[in-house]
Nanobody, 126 residues
């Protein structure tokens, strides 16, 4: 059974930093990603990293957020710097089940991901 467990969320002042972690178990995965959902808004793509360590970012976080992956620990991280109030949201980890034919993809749609964590709250105060 696949499980994704996020951690690292919290309250931070504008300009501050946080590091999110997502530990995956119970399977092998291609892309591992972060999405976020603010109150009253749809879930949106933040960043993803595939098995070849190719990354992709939403324009709104480029230059501020960095996604990375530890293959031994089966964990994906999101380092968030220069946080702004508009970054406030619940952040979700998501993964794609491993298939050799799709290991190079860096998907950005929610329906392209097979498994989801429960989310961790990030709140940025002004």
């Amino acid at each position: 059974q696949v499980q994704l467990v996020e951690s690292g969320g919290g309250l931070v002042q504008a300009g501050g930093s946080l590091r999110l972690s997502c530990a995956a178990s119970g399977g092998s995965f291609n892309a591992m990603a972060w999405f976020r959902q603010a109150p009253g808004k749809e879930r949106e793509f933040v960043a993803t990293v595939n098995r070849l360590t190719t990354t992709r970012y939403a324009d709104s976080v480029k230059g501020r957020f960095t996604i990375s992956r530890d293959y031994i620990k089966n964990t994906v991280y999101l380092q968030m710097n220069s946080l702004q109030p508009e970054d406030t949201a619940v952040y979700y980890c998501a993964t794609v089940q491993f298939k050799s034919s799709t290991r190079t993809r860096t998907p950005i749609r929610t329906d392209e991901y097979d498994y989801w964590g429960r989310g961790t709250q990030v709140t940025v105060s002004s």
